[in-house]
């Protein structure tokens, strides 16, 4: 707001009084009713507060549409498929541990009763076979209880199908910055650009270019971004 330095008249008013020039609407207030001017764009300020913050709960109150819940049981069938594939793998690889475990030790043992056998039959044995019959199922017990014959092997390909969710459109958002300068200064009657008696609207449009219906100078003022 800038104040006029000679009276003048006072766009509500009336009457020659000191006056202020609202930038915003290029008239002049005197000062009561500059500050009743200033209450009526505070409360439109409120109001439009009031709208976003309505809007705002609508859309955390907003029920997912259709697509988003077709989406979400998609990723979830995919989290059970996955598990499952997880589950069974890991059983499949116990599985092949305990029989290559069970198909080593049990080689080792039938080697062993074959010669124990061999031994009873022929009837004929000294200190050095029963020495080497007990080291061998020494060996084996060891073996038993501490088996190497298998290890794991990390794959580097993946047997689960990764997914990951995209947003198709990333919203842009205008914002304006409080850094201004005045393109329309006078007042009164004329067909200056900068010339503006009793402004009724104002319409940006997607070029950002400006439109002001100068009422009382009965003309649209154009002024091109």
């Not at 009457?15 to 009743?36: A, V």
């Not at 910055?177 to 609207?201: F, M, V, W």
């Amino acid at each position: 707001m800038t104040m006029a330095n000679n009276k003048t008249q006072c766009f509500i008013c009336n009457k020659k009084k000191p006056t202020y020039t609202c930038e915003g609407c290029s008239q002049r207030f005197c000062l009561m009713d500059l500050t009743k001017h200033r209450q009526i764009l505070n409360n439109e300020l409120d109001q439009i507060t009031n709208e976003y913050n309505q809007f705002k709960q609508e859309i955390n109150e907003q029920q997912l549409n259709t697509h988003d819940l077709s989406l979400l049981d998609e990723i979830n069938q995919w989290e059970i498929d996955s598990i499952e594939k997880i589950k069974q793998k890991a059983e499949d690889c116990r599985e092949i541990v305990v029989k290559s475990s069970r198909t080593y030790i049990g080689k080792k043992f039938n080697n062993l009763r074959e010669q124990i056998e061999q031994i009873h039959e022929g009837n004929e044995f000294n200190e050095t076979n029963l020495e080497y019959l007990r080291n061998q199922l020494m060996k084996v017990t060891q073996d038993f209880y501490n088996s190497s014959n298998v290890s794991i092997q990390q794959d580097s390909k993946p047997f689960i199908n990764e997914i990951s969710v995209i947003s198709l459109t990333k919203p842009t958002f205008n914002k304006w910055k409080q850094n201004a300068i005045t393109i329309a200064g006078g007042i009164g009657y004329g067909e200056q650009l900068n010339q503006l008696r009793g402004p009724q609207g104002i319409f940006i449009d997607k070029n950002k270019n400006i439109f002001i219906a100068d009422g009382e100078n009965h003309r649209i003022v154009e002024w091109k971004h």
